[in-house]
T-cell receptor, first 119, second 115 residues
Framework: GAVVSQHPSWVICKSGTSVKIECRSL??????MFWYRQFPKQSLMLMAT?????????EQGVEKDKFLINHASLTLSTLTVTSAHPEDSSFYIC???????????????FGPGTRLTVT | AQSVAQPEDQVNVAEGNPLTVKCTYS??????LFWYVQYPNRGLQFLLK??????LVKGSYGFEAEFNKSQTSFHLKKPSALVSDSALYFC?????????????FGGGTRLMVKP
């Protein structure tokens, strides 16, 4: 099946620093990737949609200058949390939709998530 | 706008008994419906989907779900629960003609299967 990886799986950083999270589709091409944020015991909240080779589309209330998304290839999207603060601490999950024979498949495949703790 | 409701925060069931996790949705037009499962500190795993065709959809690990258009529901079911089924379950919907391809998730239901 389709596999999505994320790196790192967890990271602790100091307030004011930047953190980059990578999301890779391992055995399929993903023209569209999604970044979600999940707080404890809550559902996933979509942060942004990224399309390979173009700018990401951010959801309302998500600061695009703070959460930088780059989707440089069909298998890699990155999320950079810039000038991180304790309130950015969360579980970040990426997902990807596979392309099969040039068409997008219906389901999304999710990465294992990255737990970010900002001290 | 599209939305999903999972009315139960938690469902408790004894091992071997049937389980049902409820989901209702609201979309404009025809829906694409999905169930995902999440284990602690892990991402979501795809269980099953309804796109078109038979209303009863079978998925991974013995789970199935029934699409009911009149009740706008997509309840997840399993005939015999296992302790290992204990996890967080999310229902998600996307309108067929949602240009943004965006999934909307329900709040999640924690399933606890007791031995």
């Amino acid at each position: 099946g389709a596999v999505v990886s994320q790196h790192p799986s967890w990271v602790i950083c100091k307030s004011g620093t930047s953190v980059k999270i990578e999301c890779r589709s391992l055995d399929f091409q993903a023209t569209t990737m999604f970044w979600y944020r999940q707080f404890p015991k809550q559902s996933l909240m979509l942060m942004a949609t990224s399309n390979e080779g173009s700018k990401a589309t951010y959801e309302q209330g998500v600061e695009k200058d703070k959460f930088l998304i780059n989707h440089a290839s069909l298998t890699l999207s990155t999320l950079t949390v810039t000038s991180a603060h304790p309130e950015d601490s969360s579980f970040y999950i990426c997902s990807a939709r596979a392309t099969h024979r040039g068409e997008l498949r219906y389901e999304q495949y999710f990465g294992p998530g990255t737990r970010l703790t900002v001290t | 706008a599209q939305s999903v409701a999972q009315p139960e925060d938690q469902v408790n069931v004894a091992e071997g008994n049937p389980l049902t996790v409820k989901c209702t949705y609201s979309v404009s037009g025809n829906p694409y419906l999905f169930w995902y499962v999440q284990y602690p500190n892990r991402g979501l795993q795809f269980l099953l989907k309804y796109i078109t065709g038979d209303n009863l959809v079978k998925g991974s690990y013995g789970f199935e779900a029934e699409f009911n258009k009149s009740q706008t529901s997509f309840h997840l079911k399993k005939p015999s629960a296992l302790v290992s089924d204990s996890a967080l379950y999310f229902c998600a919907v996307r309108a067929k003609f949602n240009a943004g391809n965006m999934l909307t998730f329900g709040g999640g239901t924690r399933l606890m299967v007791k031995p």
